[in-house]
C-alpha cells in the first residue's frame, strides 16, 4: 500500500466501532471522505460494514419470512410487515464511500483503491470547487489539525454545502476543550505541528463546534477514543444553530 500509515491502521479499529453502527442505524448510504490520504480507512470501513450488513441478514432471515407471510394474511398484520421489511430491506443496503484528496497524494490513493470496489477517489482541496452533490455523511480524519485556520473554515462551509438535511458530519482527531491539551502527548503533537507549518495545530472543540453551527450542524456526539483522540459526530438540522 502506498502512502501507508500505521497511526491509521491503529485508529480506523475504535472509529469503525462506533461509526459502522452510526451508518446502519441512521441508513446512511453515500459517504464523501475529505483528505482520505491512503485510503486505508474508507477500505476497512467498507469491509466492515459489507459484514455488519451480511451479519445483520443472516438474522434477518425471520424478518424477511415473517414480512412476506404476514402480507399475504390479514390486513391488521400489514403494518408489522412493512416495518419488517422496511428493515430487510436496510440491511441490504450498499455503501457508496468516495474519497478524496488533494492532488500531489491521489495518484497514490488511486491505486491503493484500485479493484477494491471502492468508486475512484477525485481532487478535493477543501479551498477550491466543492461538487455539487448531496451525501449522507462527510467524514474526515485527522485533517483539521493539518490545515490552516481558513482552510478548516472553508471544510465546514463544504460540509454545509454537500450534507443533506439531517445528515452527519464526522471528523476524527485530538481536540483541545476549555483551552487546554487533554493530554500531554497531545500538547507535544502540536508543537511538532506548528514547527513544521505555523499554520497546522490541534484545534480548539470550541471553535470547531462554532463553526459547524454556523454551517447547520448540532453536535450529536462526542466520543473519547484512545491515545487522546475524539470522534465528532454532528447532524445537520437545516437552519443555523442559534448561539445562545
Ligand atoms: C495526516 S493526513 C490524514 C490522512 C487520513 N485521513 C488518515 O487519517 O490517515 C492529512 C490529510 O489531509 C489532507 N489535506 C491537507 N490539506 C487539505 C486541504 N486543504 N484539502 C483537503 N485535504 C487536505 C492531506 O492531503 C492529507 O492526506
Redesign the pocket.
Known amino acids: 500500500m502506498l502512502n501507508y500509515?500505521s497511526?491509521?491502521e491503529r485508529?480506523r479499529v475504535p472509529i469503525a466501532d462506533f461509526l459502522i453502527p452510526l451508518l446502519h442505524e441512521k441508513s446512511v448510504v453515500d459517504v464523501l471522505?475529505?483528505?482520505?490520504?491512503?485510503g486505508?480507512?474508507a477500505l476497512y470501513f467498507s469491509q466492515c460494514y459489507v459484514a455488519m450488513k451480511q451479519a445483520l441478514l443472516g438474522a434477518g432471515v425471520f424478518a424477511d419470512n415473517f414480512a412476506s407471510k404476514a402480507s399475504n394474511s390479514a390486513s391488521k398484520a400489514s403494518n408489522s410487515a412493512s416495518k419488517a421489511s422496511n428493515s430487510a430491506s436496510k440491511d441490504r443496503q450498499v455503501l457508496n464511500w468516495q474519497c478524496?484528496?488533494?492532488p500531489?497524494?491521489l495518484p497514490s490513493l488511486r491505486q491503493n483503491l484500485q479493484g477494491s470496489g471502492l468508486k475512484a477517489p477525485f481532487e478535493?482541496?477543501?479551498?477550491a470547487c466543492w461538487p455539487t452533490i448531496n451525501v449522507d455523511l462527510l467524514y474526515?480524519?485527522?485533517?483539521l489539525h493539518?490545515?490552516s485556520w481558513l482552510?478548516v473554515q472553508?471544510?465546514f462551509a463544504g460540509a454545509d454545502s454537500v450534507v443533506k438535511s439531517g445528515g452527519f458530519l464526522a471528523v476524527?482527531g485530538p481536540f483541545r476543550y476549555n483551552g487546554a491539551f487533554t493530554s500531554q502527548s497531545n500538547a507535544e503533537f502540536d508543537h511538532i505541528l506548528r514547527q513544521h507549518n505555523s499554520a497546522s495545530g490541534i484545534r480548539d472543540f470550541e471553535q470547531v463546534n462554532l463553526l459547524a453551527r454556523k454551517a447547520r450542524f448540532s453536535l450529536f456526539a462526542d466520543y473519547d477514543l484512545p491515545a487522546n483522540n475524539r470522534l465528532l459526530v454532528w447532524q445537520k438540522v437545516g437552519l443555523e444553530v442559534s448561539h445562545g
Open positions: 500509515s497511526a491509521s485508529n471522505e475529505i483528505g482520505s490520504g491512503s486505508q480507512q478524496t484528496e488533494m500531489e497524494n478535493l482541496n477543501v479551498q474526515s480524519s485527522n485533517t493539518i490545515m482552510q472553508a471544510f476524527y
